[in-house]
């Protein structure tokens, strides 16, 4: 069955530091999502991402976010200059359609640590 | 402000038991998403409902978009059932999510 991989599993970076976290969605799916999830809190919405651009973003997506589909076939989520309170799991997803209509399948996520 | 609020936060059952679970939320939307949290943290996609009810084995999922209501309902509870259950509404593309409601089954 296909699947939403995400790598690396876990990140450990100083503050200050750029990061890049990586996602492969499913290989026929349009629609593409980042999430994070703060240790005991609930999840959040960062940003859609559909026909490579922006469908929508959180205000949590500030200028310190950005995302990219390089290639056919992974999704990126940048840190520019990862703060403490970046430190959380962070889920992509994707979907064959937009998410009013289709289900979404959720990556097994990137724990990040900030230091 | 939350868009969507759960009810209980947490719920222990016996095995074999009915468990409902409550979902209601304040904006307009297109539709509404059941998720299972995994203890491991892994995310599952339990239901989409735009209207109406949903069947999948032992769970249902019914919505009231008049009411602005959800209830996801779990028939012969299971230990394996144990996870947190969370509702996300969708306006768009754009998602607002649930606390979550943390289910332990007890055998």
């Known amino acids: 069955e296909p699947e939403v991989t995400q790598t690396p599993s876990h990140q450990v970076t100083q503050m200050g530091q750029e990061v890049i976290l990586r996602c492969v969605p499913i290989?026929?799916?349009?629609?593409f999502y980042w999430y994070r999830q703060i240790l005991g809190q609930k999840v959040e919405f960062l940003v859609s991402f559909y026909n490579n651009e922006i469908s929508e973003k959180s205000e949590i997506f500030d200028d310190q976010f950005s995302v990219e589909r390089p290639d056919g076939s992974n999704f990126t989520l940048k840190i520019r200059s990862t703060k403490l309170e970046d430190s959380a799991m962070y889920f992509c997803a994707s979907s064959a359609g937009t998410a009013s209509y289709n289900e979404q399948f959720f990556g097994p996520g990137t724990r990040l640590t900030v230091l | 402000k939350n868009e969507v609020e759960q009810s209980p936060q947490n719920l222990t059952a016996q095995e074999g038991e009915f468990i409902t679970i409550n979902c209601s939320y304040s904006v307009g939307i297109s539709a509404l998403h059941w998720l299972q949290q995994h203890p491991g943290g892994g995310i599952v996609s339990l239901f989409m409902l735009s209207s109406g009810k949903k069947k999948h084995g032992r769970l249902i999922a019914t919505i009231n978009i008049q009411e602005k209501h959800s209830s996801l309902h779990i028939t012969a509870s299971h230990p394996r059932d144990s996870a947190v259950y969370i509702c996300a509404v969708t306006t768009g593309n754009q998602f607002y999510f649930g606390t979550g409601t943390s289910l332990t089954v007890i055998p």
């Open positions: 290989s026929n799916h349009l629609y």
